[in-house]
């Protein structure tokens, strides 16, 4: 009962955060004006807009806007790169070498996406300065960008000019991420998570023997990879380990901070509108989706598994961190591949067949509140195709938000859901061809497959979380995660900006008695079977030889 209790508060969270920093994000994105902030920030931003030749000027095309973000994540993509390649002796008290250059390499683009796959152990490979140097930067830049994105593509289809992106990026950042970060390092300093330069202490244990124990900066960088959706660990446990993730307290508003932000996008996305019922009715959809699978989960792990029940009855403890249970553990890893964050607090790898199918079918829709920004233009996209399928139906014209769906828009929808199960199947369909030479699985059948599918579409998906039993650390996994990646990130990206210029060009027409409207309970049930058929259709054969295919056969297990 004590699971199901917490994921009513935590449901109650979110849904009381939404209208508040809605609103906040409405003000931020929208050109609206916030006393309180602009008193002692627009001196800031404008100065850093003049610094780098930025006048402002909102894009007239997809291009205007794609370009600048090209070029600046280029950039912080090689700052980064710069850090993990050398990683200079400075806040080095471990003298951590550098690390090698496909490891670096895939690093620096892995959290340039806002993926934050991992396949080091970040204690015993970076040092203090390339945390924060490299990594908590990119985790600002990223999630930054990826919220500049969802903005745009919300104002394109609200009939608006998708903006400057070096202004949303500033903003993103300093209006809306640095603010929330520092408020929620703060409660994590005071729960018991270390903030300091002074490196490893070494201990004496109760046997007698050293032992040395890493510390660093760690509130201020758990903070924004959970509010950024970011998931990188500044250890190898990550969310488990005890000074990333100190009591329960702070697990709760961990997996808040995850929801937080996409929750208050669709919120604002719905002021811009000037529908907040569409909001409302989008925000319930992806709430009651995201409770079917929290529920799924967490009824496979406390049930336990099959095949011990004749030696041990309770839930499935192995993977588990004891401080938060079964349970718990299959919500958070619920919440963090719905939201695309990647953080874990427990194994992945040790869940239960139907307990590792709701991760990876998160993965594959990308819309159970989904990554920073990204998320919502995703579901907007599933919008766009029910509105047209829904319109074919029943013989109405596709009209959405008073302009006509027409051949480009569902060309370009198409292409976006299109492109992420290409640079899933294909990569895991040539490293299974060709394993065990280049897989690393460390479970044979059914589980090797999860295991090999889930680090694409983890990829793929910007999440960056992972079936850890894989031996991912090799130069093929490096280098063909990274094709996934940026496959994953930038080409829906550019999609996205592309139908949102196209949109906001559209001459907006009057409702008439053939539109069909979008903001009610019945269109809103279609189009969560649309998302749903969408993606079981596109992955179901992998889901079959994965996870469904190893759940039967623990069927009748003594």
Request: charged share 10%.
């Amino acid at each position: 009962m004590t699971d199901w209790f917490q994921v009513v508060i935590f449901v109650a969270l979110v849904w009381a955060a939404a209208p508040v920093l809605g609103k906040h994000l409405f003000q931020v994105f929208g050109d609206q004006p916030q006393p309180r902030f602009d008193r002692w920030l627009t001196p800031v931003e404008n100065g850093l807009l003049r610094f780098i030749g930025e006048r402002g000027r909102p894009a007239d095309q997809a291009w205007d806007y794609l370009r600048p973000l090209l070029l600046s994540n280029l950039l912080f993509g090689l700052v980064a790169l710069a850090f993990l390649l050398f990683q200079p002796p400075w806040l080095n008290a471990q003298g951590l070498p550098a690390m090698r250059w496909d490891t670096a390499l895939h690093t620096a683009i892995s959290f340039l996406t806002n993926t934050d796959q991992q396949h080091y152990t970040p204690e015993q490979s970076l040092s203090d300065l390339s945390q924060l140097g490299a990594l908590q930067f990119l985790f600002f830049t990223s999630a930054a960008t990826g919220l500049a994105v969802g903005f745009a593509f919300i104002r394109g289809l609200c009939g608006r000019p998708l903006g400057n992106f070096n202004t949303d990026l500033i903003r993103g950042i300093t209006r809306v991420l640095i603010p929330l970060s520092f408020l929620f390092a703060l409660v994590l300093l005071v729960n018991g998570a270390p903030m300091t330069l002074a490196g490893p202490v070494t201990l004496r244990t109760l046997e007698g023997a050293d032992q040395i124990l890493v510390r660093g900066p760690v509130a201020g960088f758990e903070a924004i990879k959970q509010l950024g959706e970011n998931g990188g660990g500044f250890f190898g446990a990550n969310s488990a380990h005890p000074f990333e993730n100190p009591n329960p307290f702070t697990n709760l508003l961990a997996m808040v901070a995850m929801f937080a932000i996409p929750a208050a996008t669709i919120d604002a996305f719905g002021r811009f509108l000037g529908n907040r019922r569409q909001a409302t009715l989008l925000l319930l959809l992806v709430t009651v989706l995201f409770l079917t699978l929290a529920a799924v989960a967490i009824k496979a792990e406390q049930g336990g598994n099959p095949l011990l029940a004749a030696w041990l009855s309770g839930p499935n403890l192995e993977g588990k961190e004891v401080r938060f249970g079964a349970g718990i553990t299959a919500l958070f890893a619920t919440i963090t591949t719905g939201s695309m964050t990647g953080a874990v607090n427990g194994s992945m790898d040790s869940l239960l067949p139907l307990g590792g199918l709701v991760p990876l079918f998160n993965l594959f829709l990308q819309v159970i509140f989904g990554g920073q920004g990204t998320g919502v233009a995703y579901l907007l996209v599933f919008l766009i195709l029910t509105v047209f399928l829904t319109g074919l139906m029943v013989g109405r014209t596709p009209e959405l938000f008073g302009r006509k769906v027409e051949k480009g828009e569902i060309v370009w929808s198409s292409l976006i859901l299109l492109i992420h199960p290409l640079f899933v199947l294909v990569p895991a369909a040539i490293t299974l061809a060709y394993a065990p030479a280049l897989s690393g699985i460390s479970n044979p059948g059914s589980h090797g497959i999860s295991q090999v599918v889930y680090e694409y579409a983890s990829a793929s998906a910007n999440n960056g979380s992972g079936f850890e039993g894989l031996g991912d650390g090799s130069l093929w996994w490096n280098l063909s995660t990274i094709v996934s990646l940026l496959g994953g990130r930038y080409l829906p990206i550019a999609a996205l900006l592309l139908l949102a210029a196209g949109f906001a060009r559209k001459t907006k027409v009057p409702p008439g008695p053939g539109t069909l409207a979008t903001d009610t309970g019945l269109f809103t049930v279609v189009t969560g079977v649309v998302i749903l058929i969408l993606g079981a259709l596109t992955f179901f054969p992998v889901l079959a030889l994965g996870p469904i295919a190893e759940a039967f056969s623990l069927v009748g297990a003594p």
